[in-house]
């Protein structure tokens, strides 16, 4: 299952369902568990203690959209070079994002007639580039 590109549009889409799942309890949870509901905290303080949420949130949802992803690879991948089918195992990772690290089991395939790996995708990319 390859990534593929969003538009602006999606990501619009995604921001206004995203805004309407917040309702007042969760948000107050929210406040709570970050410390953002403390009445002493300067404007600064307020806006620096709601950045490190918002990345907290963005590095969970994509270690979650990454966890949904891979839990739906198949258990078994076509090798790119030979088709022979392949055992796809799981090999941890850490990634750099651009709200801080994330853990990434990052799902691939060995082949041992080949004596090479590959990961989700490759497959996908070399059969449309053989048909292409």
Not at 32 to 45: I, K, M, R, V
Not at 60 to 71: G, P
Request: aromatic share 6%.
């Amino acid at each position: 299952m390859p990534f593929r590109k969003t538009t602006q549009a999606d990501r619009d889409s995604a921001l206004q369902a995203t805004a309407h799942l917040w309702n007042e309890q969760s948000l107050t949870d929210l406040l709570a568990a970050s410390g953002l509901d403390d009445e002493g905290l300067t404007f600064s303080q307020i806006e620096q203690r709601a950045r490190e949420v918002g990345q907290a949130v963005t590095r969970r949802v994509a270690e979650e959209l990454l966890l949904r992803r891979r839990k739906k690879m198949p258990t078994e991948m076509p090798c790119p070079q030979c088709g022979k089918s392949c055992r796809v195992s799981t090999k941890k990772r850490d990634i750099t994002t651009l709200d801080g690290p994330i853990t990434y089991a990052e799902p691939a395939a060995h082949c041992f007639t080949c004596r090479r790996d590959f990961f989700s995708g490759t497959s996908e990319a070399a059969t449309e580039r053989a048909t292409v």
